[in-house]
T-cell receptor, first 116, second 113 residues
Framework: GAVVSQHPSRVICKSGTSVKIECRSL??????MFWYRQFPKQSLMLMAT?????????EQGVEKDKFLINHASLTLSTLTVTSAHPEDSSFYIC????????????FGPGTRLTVL | QKEVEQDPGPLSVPEGAIVSLNCTYS??????FMWYRQYSRKGPELLMY????GNKEDGRFTAQVDKSSKYISLFIRDSQPSDSATYLC?????????????FGKGTKLSVKP
């Protein structure tokens, strides 16, 4: 099956710093990548959708200047949390689709962000 | 009313039991239905993918969709301790963007040896 990786798996940073999370599709070309956030005991919430070479489309309530998304290639998307604050602490998960079969979303393992 | 409702559990069963997991939804436009398994501190893993109504079987897993009742189910036969995880239902209307995937909150399952 399709494999999606994320790096780092866990990051702890100080308030006010920026953190970059990478999402890679390892064995297929992902025409579309998605970024989700998951708080404890909550469902996955879509933050933004990005298509390769285009600007990301953000969901209502998600600050595009705070959560910078770059989808520069068919196998890599990055999410940068700028000027992170403790309330940004969460589990960030990316997914990728475009394997040409069902357009199913394949999820990465997630990145646990803790902002002190 | 939320678009997708899922009992968060926790659900605890003995090894070998048949597990039934369910979701209800309100949007009749949903056409694609998925079940994901999420182990603790990991990303969701796609288990089953169903289009429209009907049943789909894959090994010990069976997914059912009843669009008339807006109700979907995942059955796990001969449950194993390794099945212990959180199971998320998800669905989407393909008329929208691919990202319009709506998740349930997940049901936490524990299979006791």
């Amino acid at each position: 099956g399709a494999v999606v990786s994320q790096h780092p798996s866990r990051v702890i940073c100080k308030s006010g710093t920026s953190v970059k999370i990478e999402c890679r599709s390892l064995d297929f070309q992902a025409t579309t990548m998605f970024w989700y956030r998951q708080f404890p005991k909550q469902s996955l919430m879509l933050m933004a959708t990005s298509n390769e070479g285009s600007k990301a489309t953000y969901e209502q309530g998600v600050e595009k200047d705070k959560f910078l998304i770059n989808h520069a290639s068919l196998t890599l998307s990055t999410l940068t949390v700028t000027s992170a604050h403790p309330e940004d602490s969460s589990f960030y998960i990316c997914s990728a689709s475009g394997d040409g079969l069902t357009d199913t979303q394949y999820f990465g393992p997630g990145t646990r962000l803790t902002v002190l | 009313q939320k678009e997708v409702e899922q009992d968060p559990g926790p659900l605890s069963v003995p090894e070998g039991a048949i597990v039934s997991l369910n979701c209800t939804y309100s949007n009749s436009a949903f056409q694609y239905f998925m079940w994901y398994r999420q182990y603790s501190r990991k990303g969701p893993e796609l288990l089953m993918y169903t289009y429209s109504s009907g049943n789909k079987e894959d090994g010990r897993f069976t997914a059912q969709v009843d669009k008339s009742s807006k109700y979907i189910s995942l059955f796990i036969r001969d449950s194993q301790p390794s099945d212990s995880a959180t199971y998320l239902c998800a669905m989407m209307n393909y008329g929208g963007s691919q990202g319009n995937l709506i998740f349930g909150k997940g049901t936490k399952l524990s299979v006791k040896p």
